[in-house]
């Protein structure tokens, strides 16, 4: 069907302190009916009210003594959402707006998953099938329709629930079916900030982030989106994460452009790398001399790939150079120091790095890759975790070979 794209179309998501109560619904529902006198389509997706889930994940495991099935915890669990579109509707229906709120139970519930409860993936090209046929229909109608986030339906039924960041999932999977200009995802925080501000004085709000990037930092200190998420945010579709407190939903913020790296596996460095092992009494309890290690290997402008350490000893994962020169500079640091200390080199390596993973999945999949490696009779000279996946160091010769059992092991095309 041909789309208008004069007619401004967005996916709002609301945060549960953004629904914490009746007077922040009512806010809630004020923010969307200027949007939509404005002549904006707006799809809703709603979180449960305030801490409802925690609420009943807390009494459940109390009542149960945390004896219960998956699947009556999912359809536990997805009653905070249930109970929020609900009242969210009825306050944008109060307001003249005409609203319609989706429950899992009905025959039209848009998003389905697969079975595994607790943390279901969805099955995108049936919500896709789903959101176009019984979501679309009525943003074109002039209606708001208010779709619970977090939860799903399986084929035959029964209520599953997404897994962590499962309301942005859902406003995601939303965005991308029904070609939305931007994703809104509103929450307790006026944008993306720098740092921490429970940990550093007057981080900085970000203009704009590459979701790569946000997943970097996804698992690790931003507690506003998760990497599951992520991975739905479609590469042409902008999301903006803006705070409840200004009350509209065309606020500044920070916006999310790109998406998700997809899975792949490829060379870290075109050029080999070596590892460098030094071992020495509390070597890596000495700044002095790391930081002396760093500056030598700056001034050969050779790459750190990541550093390991133990009590005595460090291991430099490095590009590797011509000239033997750089390692004489890093033994004669060694050298320098009053307890005993040697290195050892091996060069020749070629840098594999595997991207594109949750945190989640990152331990299954490094077992599985390092057993096809063992099956092979292929040695593995390091293997070092980063952000959004891992390196594997292995021979320079064998590269290719690695490179295509990787491939073949995770199903990804080259």
């Known amino acids: 069907m041909y789309r208008n794209k004069k007619i401004r179309r967005v996916v709002a998501k609301f945060g549960g302190k953004s629904l914490a109560d009746g007077e922040r619904i009512h806010q809630t529902a004020r923010a969307i009916a200027r949007e939509v006198e404005e002549g904006v389509q707006v799809a809703v997706i709603a979180s449960a009210l305030g801490n409802t889930t925690d609420t009943l994940i807390n009494i459940t495991n109390q009542a149960t003594e945390g004896k219960i099935k998956p699947g009556e915890i999912d359809e536990i669990l997805s009653m905070g959402e249930r109970i929020s579109v609900r009242i969210l509707s009825a306050a944008l229906n109060a307001r003249g707006i005409k609203s319609r709120y989706f429950d899992p139970v009905e025959e039209d519930w848009p998003i389905i998953t697969n079975d595994h409860f607790i943390n279901a993936e969805p099955l995108l090209t049936e919500c896709s099938r789903r959101i176009k046929k019984h979501v679309l229909p009525l943003l074109e109608q002039g209606m708001v329709p208010v779709i619970a986030g977090f939860i799903g339906k399986t084929l035959d039924g029964h209520v599953t629930t997404i897994g962590r960041g499962g309301s942005d999932t859902t406003a995601f ?242």
Request: proline share 3%; hydrophobic share 45%.
């Open 173 to 414: 999977i939303l965005a991308k079916a029904l070609d939305a200009d931007e994703v809104i995802l509103v929450t307790d925080v006026e944008g993306i900030m720098s740092a921490d501000p429970k940990l550093v004085n007057n981080p900085r709000k970000l203009q704009v982030i590459k979701a790569k990037q946000l997943a970097e930092l996804a698992d690790l200190s931003a507690r506003f989106i998760h990497k599951k998420a992520l991975q739905y945010k479609d590469e042409s579709i902008n999301a903006r994460v803006v705070s409840y407190s200004r009350d509209c939903l065309d606020a500044e913020g920070t916006v999310i452009v790109g998406s998700f790296p997809k899975v792949s596996v490829t060379l870290a460095n075109r050029s080999k790398a070596m590892r460098v092992t030094m071992v020495g009494k509390a070597i890596s309890e000495d700044p002095s001399i790391i930081l002396e290690i760093a500056r030598e290997l700056i001034n050969h402008q050779i790459f750190i790939f990541g550093i390991s350490a133990n009590n005595d000893s460090l291991t430099w994962y490095l590009s590797q150079t011509e000239s033997n020169s750089p390692l004489q500079s890093l033994h004669s640091i060694l050298l320098s120091r009053k307890q005993e200390s040697a290195m050892a080199v091996r060069k020749d390596l070629a840098p594999i790095k595997v991207e594109g993973l949750r945190l989640e999945e990152e331990h299954s999949i490094a077992s599985k890759l390092l057993e096809s490696l063992r099956v092979k009779g292929i040695d593995f000279a390091g293997f070092f975790p980063i952000t959004l996946g891992f390196l594997v160091f292995v021979d320079w010769s064998v590269k290719d070979s690695v490179l295509n059992l990787f491939e073949k092991t995770l199903e990804v095309k080259s």
